[in-house]
């Protein structure tokens, strides 16, 4: 079946660092994928997306490629702010599962000032 | 913009009683999600519904109902309720077949058992 495997957290950085967590996944068909953000005690907030292979998704100083290849949309950013302390969730979902978001179990950032 | 509303925000239930939780989508989306997130977990999938019909069934336990109604807002309907329900519960909505390119949720509903 269709699975997510992110990088376990927490991920801890300095302001302005580089970051990147890695995301690949499993598909039998050709899902698309995002990244969902998670504030501390907000809601789910769709960060950026992919519907096919190659596609770059990006949103707020962040990026992600769909790479087929590799199966893998790995998150990047060039310069983190304490702001983006969250927690980043890797998901992907398909037709053929009408749409189900299969999730990764979720990369905790913490940005140190 | 018009969100997907949930309500309440936050419910406090006594084990064995029951909670109704409601979603109302974005205006036009016809389509709704209801996910579970227990504390520190990646978040479940429970259903879906799709033009009022239920689509998908996920990891909803026997003891939760849900509902569309004829105006695409969802109910979420929880009896016997237990200690391990207490979680985040999330709606998204999305436009008809529109779901490859994401969907919208909800501020969540935090329910506590107690």
């Known amino acids: 079946g269709n699975s997510v495997t992110q990088m376990e957290g927490p991920v801890t950085l300095s302001e302005e660092a580089f970051l990147t967590i890695n995301c690949t996944y499993t598909a039998t068909g050709y899902p698309s994928l995002f990244w969902y953000v998670q504030y501390p005690g907000e809601g789910l907030q769709l960060l950026l997306k992919a519907t096919k292979a190659d596609d770059k998704g990006s949103n707020k100083g962040f990026e992600a490629t769909y790479r087929k290849e590799t199966t893998s949309f790995h998150l990047e950013k060039g310069s983190v702010q304490v702001s983006d302390s969250a927690v980043y969730f890797c998901a992907l979902s398909e037709m053929d599962s009408n749409y189900q978001l299969i999730w990764g179990a979720g990369t905790k950032l913490i940005i140190k000032p | 913009a018009a969100g997907v509303i949930q309500s309440p925000r936050h419910l406090i239930k006594e084990k064995r009683e029951t909670a109704t939780l409601k979603c109302y989508p974005i205006p036009r989306h016809d389509t709704v999600y209801w996910y579970q997130q227990g504390p520190g977990q990646d978040p479940q999938f429970l259903i879906s519904?799709?033009?009022?019909?239920?689509?998908d069934k996920g990891s909803i336990p026997d003891r939760f109902s849900a509902q569309q109604f004829s105006d695409y807002h969802s109910e979420l309907n929880m009896s016997s309720l237990e200690l391990g329900d207490s979680a985040l519960y999330f709606c998204?909505?999305?436009?008809?077949?529109?779901?490859?390119?994401?969907?919208?949720f909800g501020s969540g509903t935090r329910l506590t058992v107690v």
């Open positions: 519904f799709y033009e009022k019909m239920q689509s």
């Open positions: 998204a909505s999305s436009l008809p077949g529109q779901g490859i390119y994401g969907y919208t």
